[in-house]
């Protein structure tokens, strides 16, 4: 292909720029480990909005969402508004400010280190950081393949799968252990901003190309009119709740956005970042998505990967633009994936090597963080050379598995009458359901409620959800608080 | 005197404490109103388009474009609600 190269000195580029961004970053980060994993909590709004908003995005943004759209209709604008736009924005404040809050207060660093500190558990804050381990790993996982398909496809094949992944991957170990959070907040900055720009013009491109947004959705109409109107097929309301309800709790613990809860510098950060919170969202999901269900009237079909985002720009755009937006796609996997390795490294580092150590010295911290990024990127990257079926079941259902941990946490940092037993049967509890629904046969994924038929079938992950309320609320009321827990830990803050 | 003006303050504090309840209460059904609608369901089944879009495409940007001025609004006189003061049990 003549222009792989010109494509993949695009990539290139954008890759050194990131770089480049992550040096400024470790010139200016301290060998500290607040400083490594929490750039020491001074983020202002722009930064903090994007890096939030680039960790949430992932692949899905420019291949699996724009692929559904095609085809089963652009709904899922809907499902990811609710969820992204309005949910997570409304957790933004009940469990984000709470968190901030408190991590002020009490220089909490992970979500397992501020519930350990409430309820004197060591049992506890290492159940959270092993569950959250457990369904991060085989997510940045995903995230790998996704670039090193996008650039086999890129390249017809130039550049094999294991060199696309493992170079991605080396790359991103060489600017998250220099500059931590700092300098991957800053690249998610420019991520954020360049995958907005990309979407704008690609939307601008094509519909330039066909005649306009009415001449496309007609055209859509003619081919396929049941993805123009609201439900039908895969969108019964209870997918949607589901889908939206699930996915917004389980964001809010996916380890890289709540750490994200801990980074703000000051009250009016997150007061102006949530503001902005849904209009951000629309902005990108609503052109992204509707690329993907235009796809369906122009008669483009997805890729040999399933995907129809690259195909149509094939069709509308010249090669160059292909390009840029397949190193926007990876902008996306990177932007999640560093802030995940850097994440799960924090909770490897002090949820767990911390708590069996003795005598560790901040500087020391520091280093063994960095080694946990290494060691969670390259188990990563070579478990996605096999991509066992497990692996791949475990990180397809990640938001899911994280969800579980939602309402036990938020149970916790509202009701004082929560105790560490109640916590332990909600966290624990939860997770076996859920991880049986996934895996066992036996147990269903979906439920349909009596009576209730015709909205379709609630998932297991919501189900569960519910279940871990219960738990956690019921235990927690027919046990007693051990001497070792703080019940007014939460209590009592003030941004002041 | 002053078992009176301890009397005046626990009733001041205690109707302030009322107050934030309901402060809370009314924000909180706002935000559930914010999702519930984020979808429009009356419109399910339908596929009218206006100016190149489903209509209610269109809503719910409009929608969006709503929560974020009542996210400002609550920014200016709603934060802290439930957080650092009113809390349950206060």
Known sequence: ?496 | MRGESIATAKMVESNGTGRRRIEAVGWAVVAAVLVALAIPWFMWGSSATVAGLPVWVWWHVGWLCLTTVVFAAFVRYGWGVGVTRGSTDG
Not at chain 1, 335 to 359: N, P, W
Not at chain 1, 375 to 395: E, K, M, N, Y
Not at chain 1, 456 to 480: D, E, F, N, Q
């Open chain 1, 1 to 496: 292909m003549a222009d792989a190269g010109l494509q993949l000195a695009i990539i290139l580029a954008y890759l050194l720029v990131a770089l480049a961004i992550g040096l400024v970053a470790y010139r200016v980060t301290e060998r500290t480990a607040e400083d490594y994993f929490l750039a020491s909590r001074t983020f202002g709004t722009v930064v903090l909005l994007f890096t939030t908003f680039a960790t949430l995005l992932s692949a899905f943004t420019f291949f699996g969402g724009p692929s559904l759209s095609y085809s089963a209709g652009p709904e899922w604008i809907l499902v990811m508004g609710t969820m992204d736009g309005v949910l997570f924005g409304v957790l933004w404040y009940v469990i984000g400010y709470k968190q901030w809050l408190a991590g002020r207060a009490h220089g909490y660093v992970t979500l397992g280190e501020m519930l350990g500190d409430r309820f004197g558990s060591r049992a506890l804050r290492m159940a959270v950081a092993g569950v959250s381990l457990f369904w991060l790993i085989p997510y940045v996982m995903l995230q790998q393949q996704g670039a090193g398909t996008a650039l086999e496809a890129l390249t017809d094949g130039a550049v094999p799968y294991w060199v696309g992944a493992g170079g991605i991957t080396l790359f991103m170990i060489v600017y998250v252990t220099l500059s931590g959070m700092r300098g991957v907040a800053w690249t998610d900055t420019l991520q954020g901003i360049f995958m907005l720009g990309m979407v704008w013009i690609a939307v601008g491109w094509v519909l330039h190309s066909v005649g306009g947004a009415s001449a496309a959705t007609a055209a859509l109409a003619d081919a396929e009119p049941g993805h123009l109107s609201l439900g039908g097929g895969l969108y019964t309301p209870a997918y949607m709740v589901s889908t939206a309800v699930s996915i917004a709790f389980g964001v809010t613990m996916f380890p890289q956005v709540n750490q994200r809860f801990f980074v703000a510098r000051s009250e009016a950060v997150l007061k102006r970042t949530f503001t902005l919170w849904p209009v951000l969202v629309v902005l990108l999901f609503v052109p992204a998505f509707m690329l993907g269900a235009w796809a369906a009237g122009l008669g483009v079909s997805p890729n040999a990967n399933g995907r129809i985002l690259p195909p149509l720009l094939n069709a509308y755009t010249p090669a160059w633009f292909g390009a840029l937006v397949v190193a926007g796609a990876m902008a996306a996997m990177m932007s999640s994936s560093d802030s995940m390795l850097l994440s799960g490294s924090s909770y490897l580092t002090r949820d767990v090597y911390r708590q069996v150590a003795e005598t560790v010295t901040d500087r020391r911290e520091a280093l063994v963080g960095q080694g946990a990024v290494v060691a969670i990127a390259v188990v990563a990257f070579v478990a996605s050379l096999f991509r066992p079926g497990t692996l791949v079941q475990i990180g397809d259902t990640a938001f899911g598995g994280f969800a579980q941990l939602a309402l036990p946490v938020l149970v916790a940092l509202y009701w004082r009458g929560t105790t560490r037993d109640g916590m332990l049967a909600g966290v624990l509890g939860s997770q076996a359901f859920y991880l049986a629904s996934v895996f066992l046969p036996m147990v269903p994924d979906g439920y349909v409620l009596p009576g209730l038929g015709g909205l379709g079938a609630w998932s297991s992950s919501v189900v569960g959800m519910a279940l871990g309320l219960v738990l956690t609320v019921g235990v927690s009321a027919v046990t007693t608080p051990s001497a070792a827990e703080n019940p007014d830990r939460y209590e009592e803050l003030s941004a002041e």
